[in-house]
Structure formats: structure tokens, C-alpha cells
């Protein structure tokens, strides 16, 4: 995650923020990927740290130069009872790069429990959180009013948190949603980085109006778009705001992959297909039916039928059954394991007692095949009667 490495004014030299993650379990090393509110939550001790002057008399560093600890002071307890505030603490290996105590900022806190160096507006931020709404609607509220902030930081933390929102979740929040900051944000894209981008387009898809379809279509325009994820992220929100003739757009751009005979795993395709796929999550928001019709006419096409199998599963479109059972033995599928095998799970997925017959045609197909989607079938339904069992 960005983050700046600012200098903090304060009774102490710096102040940064310290998440000690004690959980009891040894974490593995990795890229951070949840936000530093979600640590919060998670954490049992979060405190402010100053490192105290003069910085070189708080650092230990070897004969080669690198600094092995550095000694902190804690200057505030956010949360637990380890600490007191004027305790020492001591972070080995992290190493301020100069005198001034200006920190760099540790990504991973819960795995790698640096000190992250925060601004004064960043420190106000980090104060609020013991006070954060429980009620989902309340949270997701405040985390839209701080895409306001000034800080850099604050933003990126509100930004990982709305991406965790649900379709439906944002539509809930919609008359929250600031369609001017969230445009004016996205008129300046190249700025921001792919994962920002991201979440200010699916919030556009739910604040949008049709006088924003020139910008998605510059966004498009640009090749650095149209090739990236970012390509997917514009179709998804130009379907929802423009309805059933987005769908029809996202049609032809199939249409046309297929007359350039470009259906090869190109990023334009997957683009789309990951379009479609995104999609099944916003229904009634975009009409399901129409949703249906669009993955049905991939069915034929073998690259792209495993994918609108898949999908046409995941929306419990049960009428399409007749239509997969002859797929299963058409010509252009008898070899291809992988479209047989979502067929199958097609089927077994059904509730439909005629979803029962067609199985036990499909078995007499590729015995083999059958036997090995059953395994996998129980096998993820006891996964998930567990996970439903310990929430």
C-alpha cells in the first residue's frame, strides 16, 4: 500500500504506529493485504511510538553500518492493557533512514510488525478507529466520508475497506456516494494505482450517470486500460449504468473478438469474460435475465463455455439443464474434460429431481468423469457445511 514517509511534529521526535499483532500463532511473511483498520480489529495491543532523542543514541548497528534495533518510547496506547505509555520498546531490524527519524513505511504490520510512519491527520485517523460503527451501513458511511482526507494514507485505508463492500452493500450506501469526488478521482486515473481505480469505478457503477459514459469510453480509448484488469472494471460499471444496451455493447465486443479471430486467451477476452463473471454479483441491480441471455450464447464456443457454465451455475439458471445434457455429448466437447467436468457440476449443483436423470446419462457418458466431479462435490459441500457450522 502507498504510503508517505513523513515527518511528525510532536513532543516526540516521530510518532508512528506500532500494530503488535498477538495472536499467539506464528504468521507467515507476505505482502499486506488487508488494510491497517482490519489489524486493528484483529489485534490485542496497538500503540503510538516515538522514537526519543538523539535517534543515533537509540539505535544499535553493526560493524557493517545496518542498524540491528532501534528503541521506541510508547507515546499513547490505542488499545490493550501490555503497554504502559513510557515503556521501551525495541523493534529489531527496522532502521530509520537518517537522523531525522523519517521511517519507512512497513506494508504487512500483522506479519512483519515494523513501525509505520503516519502523518498528524493519519495519527487523528488511527485515534478514531476504538470508536469505528459496528452496523455494516455505519462503517461503510464512515469510510466514504475520509476518502475526503488529505492523507494519502487515510484514503488508501478508506479505499481497501469499500472494496470489501458487496454490490448490494453499495447499494445500500448509494445516497452516501459522492459521484463528484469519485468522478473528478477518476478524470485523473493515471494517478492512482490499479487497485484504487478499481474501487472508485464500482463505486461509480452505483452513483453514475449516463453523462459519465464519455469517461469510461476515454478510459477504454486507453490502451493501458483496455489491456489491464482495469478494462473489465469499466465494462462491469458501463453495464450497470447504461442497462440492458451495455449488455448488448459487451455482446458486440465479442462478436468482434470472434470475426478477428482473436478467441485466444488475449487480455481484451478475458477482460470480458471476467466482465460477465463480475456481473452475477450485481443482479437485481442489473437484470438477471438479461445476464442469462448473454452467457447462453457463449455455450457453443468452447473456449468460452466452460466460463458461462460456471456462471450460468452461480446464478442457479436451471433452465439451460436440456441444453448442457446434449452439449456434454456434442462432437466439439466429447474431448474436452474441462466443459464436461462444469456440466457435471452444473447438475449436481441443481435442486431439480430431472437434474437426478440427467446424471445418470451423463455417467453412462465418462464414468470416470462422473466419479471424480462427485468427489469433488462432496468434498466442497463438506467444506462448507464446516465453515457454516463454526460462524
Known sequence: MPTAMLRISSTFATVCLALNVLLGTALAQGPRTTSYTQ???DAKTVV???????????RVVNDRGVVEVTRFVVAEILKGDKYKVGDLIHKPGFAAEAEDAKYWCSEGTRNNPFPVAISPVAIEYVR??????????ERLAFFLEHLKSPSEWVVTEALIELDLASPKELAEIKPKLNRGL???RLKEARKLDVNATTVYLRLLAFCGTIDDLPLLEKMLADEATSKSVLGQRVFVTEVVLRGAAGFDRLDQRLDDLNLKNEFKFSKELLNVIGAFHDLCQYTPTVSRERLIRSLTRMLDTPLLAEYAIADLTQLEDWDSMDRLAKLFDAPKFCDDG????????YFLACPKPEAKRYLQDLKKLAPALYKRAVEI???????RAKLSSEK
Open 338 to 345: 474441462i466443459v464436461r467436468m462444469m456440466i457435471l457440476k
Open 377 to 383: 462435490h462432496e468434498a466442497m459441500e463438506a467444506e
Open 48 to 58: 503510538l511510538l516515538a522514537e526519543t532523542k538523539p535517534a543515533a543514541a537509540n
Open 128 to 137: 478514531s478507529l476504538p470508536k469505528l460503527p459496528k452496523g455494516r451501513t
Open 39 to 41: 489489524e486493528f480489529e
Open 182 to 184: 469519485i468522478v473528478s
